[in-house]
C-alpha cells in the first residue's frame, strides 16, 4: 500500500483511526444516496467495509485510499482503484463526507489516483460506474476526461459506466 498527494490532500491506505469518520460518512443518507441500493451502513458494516478495503490491496496490489486533508483534521472520503470478481473493470470512483462536497476534492483526489493508475500500475482502461441521476459523481467523471460507454448489464440496472483511457 502506497500513499500519494495532491496539493491539498493526502491519499493513503485507510487505519482504524479513520473508522468513526467513515461510520458518520457511511450513515448519512445524502452520501449513500446513490450507492448501491442507497441504503446507509451501521457502523458494523461500515468496520467490514475498511477491512474488505485493506484486503482488497493484498488481493490487487490497489484500492481505496482515504482522503485526508494536509491542513489537518479527519478522513473527509475516499477514492478507489476496485475490482472485484465480476465487476466490468478497474472501478475508478470516489466518495466525500457531505461537509467536503463542492470544493474541488473528489477531481483533485481522482485525478492523482487516476495518473497512479495509468502510470505505475500500467493501467490502459478504468471504468466508474455512476447511478444515472447522480448528476454531481457524472460531471466529476466529466472533468476528469471520462466518457459514457454503456449501461450496466441488468434488467433493472440503473447505473452507467464511463470509461477512461490511457494517453
Not at 478504468?126 to 447511478?131: C, M
Request: proline share 4%.
Amino acid at each position: 500500500m502506497i500513499t500519494l498527494e495532491s496539493p491539498r490532500l493526502r491519499l493513503r491506505p485507510f487505519t482504524e483511526a479513520d473508522f468513526d469518520a467513515y461510520a458518520v460518512m457511511s450513515a448519512d443518507p445524502e452520501v449513500m444516496r446513490y450507492i448501491a441500493d442507497g441504503s446507509t451502513l451501521d457502523r458494523e458494516t461500515a468496520w467490514r467495509q475498511i477491512a474488505m478495503f485493506l484486503g482488497h490491496w493484498s488481493l490487487r496490489g490497489y484500492g481505496l485510499f482515504a482522503l485526508e486533508p494536509k491542513a489537518g483534521g479527519a478522513m473527509i472520503g475516499f477514492a478507489k482503484l476496485w475490482h472485484p470478481k465480476g465487476w466490468p473493470g478497474v472501478e475508478f470512483g470516489w466518495r466525500l463526507a457531505r461537509a467536503a462536497w463542492g470544493h474541488g476534492y473528489a477531481t483533485e483526489a481522482a485525478t492523482v489516483a487516476r495518473d497512479w493508475a495509468f502510470g505505475a500500475l500500467g493501467l490502459a482502461h478504468l471504468v466508474s460506474v455512476i447511478d444515472q441521476a447522480n448528476a454531481r459523481s457524472i460531471a466529476v467523471a466529466g472533468r476528469l476526461g471520462g466518457a459514457f460507454e454503456r449501461c450496466m448489464s441488468g434488467e433493472d440496472d440503473h447505473r452507467l459506466i464511463y470509461g477512461y483511457r490511457r494517453a
